[in-house]
């Protein structure tokens, strides 16, 4: 079946720095990819839609400058959180579309921890 | 906007059926997924229903009413391995076709 892989899955670092995360689909091609923010004992929400070669559409709410997306391959798209903060401590989650079958699959999740 | 509703909590014993209702109102509806999501894992797809009624795959059974903006999902023969939260998502009917989650229903299976 179709893979998502996120890197890192797990992360430590120290407020106001930056964190980059990862998401790549591995056998297929995804145009659009999805990241998504969870919150302990919450569901998933998302945060923005992420279209290869063009930017990213961020959903209400949801700094566009602090959370950059670039997706600048099929295969692959990144979220940076810029000048982290503990209250960014979160699980991320990405889901990517299948181009062809129009499937949607998700990722492991990276934990995002700021000290 | 959409509003998409879960119970928070439920508990069932060993062997039981559940029901974990969602309702949603939400413009341009496209579908509704089920997912089940284990803490500290991805959600992992269980079913889907664009038209009224029924779908059954095995233990899991999804319907859908979309005159009510209903959908529960049903689940016989409970095992302790079911325990986790069950998350119903609508897909919107627009350009990107993103799928909005509900409020997530923690389901806890006691022997």
């Known amino acids: 079946g179709a893979v998502v892989s996120q890197h890192p899955s797990w992360v430590i670092c120290k407020s106001g720095t930056s964190v980059k995360i990862e998401c790549r689909s591995l056998?297929?091609?995804?145009?659009?990819m999805f990241w998504y923010r969870q919150f302990p004992k919450q569901s998933l929400m998302l945060m923005a839609t992420?279209?290869?070669?063009?930017?990213?559409?961020?959903e209400q709410g949801v700094e566009k400058d602090k959370f950059l997306i670039n997706h600048a391959s099929l295969t692959l798209s990144t979220l940076t959180v810029t000048s982290a903060h503990p209250e960014d401590s979160s699980f991320y989650i990405c889901?990517?579309?299948?181009?062809?079958?129009?499937?949607?699959?998700f990722g492991p999740g990276t934990r995002l921890t700021v000290t | 906007g959409q509003n998409i509703d879960q119970p928070t909590e439920m508990t069932a014993t060993e062997g039981a059926i559940v029901q974990i209702n969602c309702t949603y109102q939400?413009?341009?509806?496209?579908?509704l997924f089920w997912y089940q999501q284990h803490a500290g894992e991805a959600p992992t797809f269980l079913s889907y229903n664009v038209l009224d009624g029924l779908e059954e795959k095995g233990r899991f059974s999804s319907f859908l009413s979309r005159s009510k903006g209903y959908s529960y999902l049903l689940l016989k023969e409970l095992q302790m391995k079911d325990s986790a939260s069950y998350l119903c998502?609508?897909?919107?009917?627009?350009?990107?076709?993103?799928?909005?989650f509900g409020t997530g229903t923690r389901l806890l299976v006691s022997p």
């Open positions: 992420s279209n290869e070669g063009s930017k990213a559409t961020y």
């Open positions: 889901s990517a579309r299948d181009t062809a079958s129009y499937e949607q699959y």
């Open positions: 939400t413009s341009g509806f496209n579908g």
């Open positions: 056998d297929f091609q995804a145009t659009t």
């Open positions: 998502a609508v897909r919107k009917n627009t350009g990107f076709q993103k799928l909005v």
